[in-house]
């Protein structure tokens, strides 16, 4: 009789083939672009500098079909190269610098909130969570200093602050779909 093989952290792996460049850009740079931006930190506070994340997130408009195909490769090598800047795709992913922090720029999603897929070292699976820029009868269902955890910092117009903490007294919420 096989014992089951046990579980593995997912990262800190991904870092060499899973980013790619403009991973966070999500639109070009112009009026109607956002940036959230923030950092990771693990349970002690400390910042995680290997971290990935993924965004998910709807157009202004609520729809969730994205542009498939804007991604552009290297003719010789087949390396990518990023996204071609035009189409928007409601998807990113982005890994964390060595002061734990990210970026994306984006398009205010049309139904309140992006959705975000945190890969971290110490991890034995993924985790899900929110970031809320508008209201929402899930978010509205939550003790109030649960719910702040959701919700980004707007430090000015068009520019919001979201850290993600994986643990301790300031632990973001994170979603079970399973």
Request: charged residues 20%; aromatic residues 10%; hydrophobic residues 35%.
């Amino acid at each position: 009789m096989n014992n089951p093989t046990p579980s593995q952290t997912v990262g800190p792996f991904y870092g060499y083939a899973l980013p790619f460049p403009g991973g966070g850009d999500l639109v070009p740079l112009d009026g109607d672009a956002i940036l959230v931006h923030g950092c990771v930190y693990d349970g002690a506070g400390a910042p995680v500098p290997d971290a990935l994340l993924e965004f998910w997130q709807a157009d202004p408009s609520g729809r969730l079909g994205g542009a498939p195909g804007s991604m552009r490769r290297d003719q010789v090598n087949g390396a990518v190269l990023g996204r071609h800047g035009m189409d928007f795709t409601g998807f990113g992913r982005v890994g964390t610098d060595a002061d734990g922090h990210w970026a994306l720029r984006t398009l205010p999603p049309g139904n309140g909130y992006i959705s975000v897929c945190v890969f971290a070292r110490g991890l034995l699976h993924h985790l899900y969570t929110r970031i809320y820029l508008g209201t929402d009868r899930f978010l509205d269902s939550l003790p109030p200093e649960r719910r702040q955890t959701l919700v980004p910092v707007t430090e000015r117009p068009g520019v919001h602050r979201f850290d993600i903490h994986l643990q301790g007294d300031k632990e973001t919420v994170f979603l079970d779909f399973g």
